[in-house]
């Protein structure tokens, strides 16, 4: 039974690794904080891979989902998308939308990458890479599935009520997340059939991981940008790097040779742009400087481990059917 569910429970805990401490967002300190955030990140992810593996939903299916997620989190748990001083940030003077009520940057910055990609996309691709003989398959049972599903409900239970300093935004707005969230998630696990072949062969893994890192470069550089330059420059920034990256993705997956490999690299693009980044990120929370250090350090080396393995997994044993 633990083999069989070895690649759920690798899951639950690396989403919350990567989604925070591999980022730097949180020292190796507060390790202990995967006590609430491993049911959440870890929940969440897993809801959102299971559900889409089992409808058929391909990774156009898990995308919607994650932005799902990131919606419910934000809107819903932290309520950071409505609140105009979240984490002591100004958000009210920087791409506020009057009327909406929400920063322009914010929400194009912490659902897609932060979320979508860093939280829940980029763990689950490279844990399939580590099992690609079941990569497609649903790696928990329906009593799994509920258990997921549970211990999600808890996390964002926990994450909602340890909030030192909780916003509470109207009932309409709150309301409002739910419905597009619902949205997303109908959309996410409609059965998708094989998408119509393009002409031309695509581009092997390594210039796949060359464009994930440059992407990656240009999103977390305008985000490392932010409160210095103009607030909707970034917001066009993010929009971009969405939009780029989705159409050419979504170009390069209709050409032949595309599989599993190059899935993988759009993900170790991600967890290496996290593992630089998270040295230069200040923690949400006090560090000693050194402690700091060493922990990125730690987390970095241990992300280039799996990276590894992954790898050498993928080469060794590449399956037939497409990513």
């Given at each position: ?72 989190e934000e809107g819903l748990v932290t309520r950071s998308l409505f609140n105009p001083g979240y984490a002591g940030m100004d958000l009210a003077s920087y ?16 659902l897609g990458g932060v979320h979508a990609v860093g939280s829940i996309c980029v763990p689950i691709a490279v844990m399939e890479a580590l099992v690609p003989a079941r990569a497609s398959e649903p790696w928990l049972r329906l009593p799994g599935l509920v ?177």
């Open positions: 039974m633990v083999k069989r569910i070895a690649p759920a429970l690798g899951l639950f805990f690396l989403s919350p690794l990567i989604g925070e401490f591999l980022l730097g967002n949180l020292p190796v300190t507060m390790l202990v904080a995967l006590i609430t955030l491993a049911p959440l990140y870890g929940g969440g992810a897993l809801l959102v891979r299971e559900l889409a593996r089992r409808r058929g939903a391909g990774w156009p299916g898990i995308v919607l989902l994650a932005v799902a997620y990131g919606l419910v791409a506020w939308i009057p009327g909406l009520e929400v920063s322009a940057w914010w929400v194009t910055f912490v258990t997921a599903g549970v211990l999600f409900l808890l996390g964002a239970a926990a994450s909602a009520l340890f909030d030192p300093a909780p916003y509470q935004p109207s009932v309409a707005r709150l309301a409002g997340v739910v419905a597009l969230a619902g949205l997303l998630v109908v959309l996410g696990l409609r059965r998708r059939g094989p998408a119509a072949a393009s002409p031309g062969r695509a581009p092997g893994p390594w210039p796949v991981l060359g464009f994930s890192l440059v992407a990656g470069a240009v999103f977390w550089g305008a985000a490392m940008a932010a409160w210095t330059v103009a607030a909707w420059l970034l917001v066009a920034v993010n929009v971009a790097v969405y939009a780029v990256v989705c159409a050419q993705v979504a170009r390069w997956s209709r050409r032949e040779g595309w599989g599993r490999a190059q899935v993988f690299a759009l993900a170790a693009g991600g967890v290496l742009t996290y593992a630089w980044h998270g040295f230069p990120q200040p923690p949400a929370v006090p560090a000693d400087p050194a402690v700091d250090l060493a922990g990125n350090t730690a987390f970095a080396l241990a992300a280039l481990a799996l990276l590894a393995v992954a790898a050498a997994r993928l080469r060794s044993r590449e399956p037939a059917a497409p990513a």
